[in-house]
Structures are given as structure tokens and as C-alpha cells.
């Protein structure tokens, strides 16, 4: 990350130095072409990685969930041979049960909003790279406002992103709690 951030400082050097010369329509076409394939790329590949991570954390839950009711009917069965002494075991079980499901909920919960994050960024930080592709074909005198523009709508939508990770995990807090 430091390194794409460094040759795009770098990028941005080289160009602010060429401004004199406004790129050819053509030429800027092929640039904004050219940076909306490869925010496509990493759009396409930041949503394979969140799909991974969900389909893992639900395979998680499903076990989880799996398991606790093979706990709960193993308690029950137990209650039966005994009621009055295993009726008390039998209900431990379940609460046990639900706790571990809770627990597995919270960190599904969790690894789906931070894939969800994670996407969101990707998305976000491709948005940017084409918008400031687009300002790059501007005059030298409106490239930055519009590049001013660009950073300031990348920050306040990482800042969104992060207040739905942030509200996310509250509620995984909550999940657990339960």
C-alpha cells in the first residue's frame, strides 16, 4: 500500500510537471480507460475475498448451529431418563449451547462487516484513482480543485465505511451478549 501510494505521489509529480501539456483526448481517454478496467480488477478481486470470507463464516455458523442442537436433543434425552436431577443438566446444555451459537453469530457478524468494509475500500479507493484520472484531463488551472473534490468525497466515504464497521460490531457485541 505504501508503495502504490508512493508511485502515485510520484505519478503526481511527474504530471503536475507536464501540465503545460494537456494530454491528447485520445490520450486522456485511454488513461480514464485504462484506470476503470483496473479499478474493475480490484473491485472484482476485493469481491471474491469478501464472498470467501461470508461463505466461511457461514459454514462457521452452520456447524455452530449444527452442533448446538445436537447438544440441545442429547440433553434432552437425558431429561427424559431422569426428569427431576436432569432437568437442571438439560437446561445448563442449552444455555451453553445458545452462548457458543452467540458467540459464533458475533464473529460472523464480524468477518461479514469487515468483508463488507474491506469491499467498500476497494471500491472507494478505485473511485478515486478514475476520478483523479478524470481531473487529469481538465486544464492545469482545474485539476486541482478537482482533485480537492476527488480526495474529499474519498475521505467522507472511508469515513461512512468505517461508521457501518463501527455499527457492525456493536452489534456483534450485542449478539454475544444475548
Known amino acids: 500500500m505504501k508503495n502504490t501510494l508512493l508511485v502515485a505521489a510520484m505519478a503526481a509529480v511527474l504530471g503536475l510537471g507536464a501540465c503545460s501539456q494537456q494530454d491528447s483526448a485520445a490520450e486522456a ?27 466461511e463464516a457461514q459454514r462457521k455458523l452452520d456447524a455452530a448451529q449444527a452442533e448446538a442442537r445436537a447438544q440441545v436433543a442429547e440433553a434432552d434425552a437425558k431429561a427424559n431418563e431422569k426428569i427431576n436431577a436432569a432437568q437442571g443438566d ?24 469487515k ?18 484520472e478524470r481531473c487529469d484531463t481538465l486544464a492545469s488551472g482545474q485539476q486541482g480543485a478537482c482533485k480537492d473534490q476527488a480526495n474529499a468525497a474519498h475521505e467522507a466515504a472511508k ?20
Open 29 to 55: 481517454q485511454r488513461k480514464v480507460d485504462q484506470a476503470r478496467q483496473q479499478a474493475a480488477e480490484e473491485v472484482a478481486k476485493a469481491q471474491q475475498q469478501a464472498d470467501a470470507q461470508a461463505a
Open 90 to 113: 438439560a437446561m445448563d446444555a442449552a444455555r451453553a449451547a445458545g452462548k457458543d451459537v452467540a458467540g459464533v453469530e458475533s464473529d460472523t457478524i464480524r468477518a461479514q462487516a
Open 159 to 178: 469515513a461512512q465505511a468505517k461508521r457501518l464497521l463501527d455499527d457492525a460490531e456493536a452489534m456483534a457485541k450485542d449478539a454475544k451478549r444475548d
Open 115 to 132: 468483508a463488507d468494509y474491506d469491499l467498500a475500500i476497494a471500491r472507494i479507493d478505485a473511485d478515486l484513482k478514475v476520478a483523479k
